[in-house]
């Protein structure tokens, strides 16, 4: 008779090579240095480990999260993680433990648990679908492919932009110090305004480059030392995730925010990645979603969509959790 058992993890080596060796892409997310990174910025994390037998099967790397209505959610991005060899019994049973430590530890105050994980929960436990805080679908890039063969399957005005960029003389660097994250930060605040888009907090990101230390870069592009493009990518196992991406407001007709994505695309592969992550992309039949212009930036790089199982949510105070929904649909987020 197998034996199913929880509990509190410490060996952030084992934790990483599990979410690795069951996410592909690899989920950085549900990485152990994530978790460092969500503490240092407040947040009081959980992390659980499932075992069968004595061997890993699952990883849940939680957040708790605060709302305006003095309440709060936990939620596991892109989490939790579980062993896909395992049949509909078996993941029933690492479902249901999760769930039971959860409802164990969790405060008065949480009013569900959002999952966005690599295997759907059984219908039968009580999840509802729901929104993801992270993007349903996503463009992987096969870095395991040669530089031409890359080149060749992109759409042909991207590597048109991407030449121009070049012989307009932008380059590209690579970094991490307060300078990179500040250069960031400046063109993500140039972004946010023209776009109308909601950013987190300066400290956030400063916090993120911080803590995941060589596990994240800065990339910045730049025309005769004017920056015009950065983003912020991780590396996590084979995958390179372009997690943040900003512009400047002017030079557009420079492509810088182009040359920068085949020079990220390069660096990582001869780092030994085997998959570039966008990052999220607009569903195929949402012409008008916000996603819709970055999306077309993205594929025309090449690579295969990816989907996720989706988000769901178990609920543990009804009422405040529909009057949750329903202020977040009035304020329109």
């Known amino acids: 008779m197998s034996t199913v058992a929880v509990s ?62 003095q309440k709060s959610f936990w939620l596991a991005p892109r989490g939790p993680v579980l062993d896909a060899r395992l049949n509909d019994h078996e993941q029933r049973q690492v479902w249901q433990v999760l769930l039971d430590e959860l409802d164990r530890v969790r405060r008065v105050d949480t009013m569900f648990l959002k999952v966005e994980p690599n295997v759907k929960p059984p219908a039968d436990l009580g999840f509802v679908r729901g929104t993801g805080m992270h993007p349903e679908q996503t463009l992987l890039l096969d870095l395991t492919k040669s530089e031409e063969q890359l080149l060749a399957e992109m759409h042909p005005k991207t590597r048109y932009n991407i030449r121009l960029a070049e012989r307009h003389g932008v380059t590209v ?97 001869q780092a030994g990645r085997t998959v570039y992550d966008f990052y999220g992309i607009a569903p195929a039949d949402d012409l008008d979603h916000r996603w819709a212009g970055v999306t077309r930036f993205k594929k025309g790089f090449g690579g295969t969509i990816h989907v996720y199982p989706g988000a769901f949510n178990y609920i543990y105070q009804r009422r405040w959790f529909w009057a949750y929904r329903t202020a977040k649909k009035l304020v329109g987020r």
């Open 8 to 69: 509190r993890p410490t060996d952030p080596a084992a934790w990483d090579s599990f979410v690795r060796s069951a996410t592909q892409p690899n989920e950085v997310l549900q990485s152990w240095v994530w978790g460092e990174f969500q503490q240092a910025a407040g947040r009081p994390i959980l992390r659980l480990a499932v075992t069968k037998n004595g061997m890993m099967v699952a990883a849940a790397l939680v957040v708790p999260h605060s709302t305006r209505l």
């Open 173 to 269: 660097n690579f970094g991490r110090s307060a300078a990179e994250v500040d250069t960031f930060l400046g063109l993500l605040h140039q972004t946010a305004n023209r776009q109308g888009i909601g950013i987190f907090p300066d400290s956030y990101y400063r916090t993120m480059v911080t803590s995941l230390g060589q596990a994240i870069e800065v990339a910045v592009a730049s025309h005769q030392n004017k920056p015009l493009a950065s983003a912020l990518v991780a590396r996590f196992g084979t995958t390179a995730s372009y997690l943040h991406g900003a512009s400047a407001s002017e030079r557009h007709e420079l492509m810088a925010s182009h040359v920068m994505q085949w020079r990220i695309i390069q660096r990582v592969k």
